[in-house]
């Protein structure tokens, strides 16, 4: 049974990082993309990032380049999204989800979903 799991969200201040954690079973990563998404109160779900681990490729949403990395351990089953220069509007609810390779930011593509992981970014 496919199954993912949010780590890692919690209160930074602005400017500061975060490395949230999605810890994958039931399917490998090898097969998968796994991407991240985020949606603050009152808005849609929006695509951050992915990456299909079987050949290292990631993409990145305009809002996050360059300021979000994206990776993956696949001895530990584990996808993480590092997040630096965090903004105000950066505060969400983070998730991560995965489907058949190939990697897109469209939510609706997406089959497996996680619960979410709270991220605040606050002074």
């Known amino acids: 049974q496919v199954h993912l799991v949010e780590s890692g969200g919690g209160l930074v201040q602005p400017g500061g990082s975060l490395r949230v954690s999605c810890t994958i079973s039931?399917?490998?990563?090898?097969?998968?993309?796994v991407g991240w998404f985020r949606q603050a109160p009152g808005k849609g779900r929006e695509g951050l990032s992915c990456?299909?681990?079987?050949?290292?490729?990631?993409g990145y949403a305009d809002s996050v380049r360059g300021r979000f990395t994206i990776s993956s351990d696949k001895a530990k089953h584990t996808v993480y999204l590092q997040m630096n220069g965090l903004k105000l509007e950066d505060t969400a609810v983070y998730y991560c989800?995965?489907?058949?390779?190939?990697?897109?930011?469209?939510?609706?593509?997406?089959?497996?979903w996680g619960q979410g992981t709270q991220v605040t970014v606050s002074s």
């Open positions: 039931g399917f490998s990563l090898d097969s998968y993309a």
């Open positions: 990456i299909s681990a079987s050949d290292g490729s990631a």
């Open positions: 989800a995965a489907r058949r390779w190939p990697g897109t930011l469209n939510p609706l593509m997406y089959d497996y």
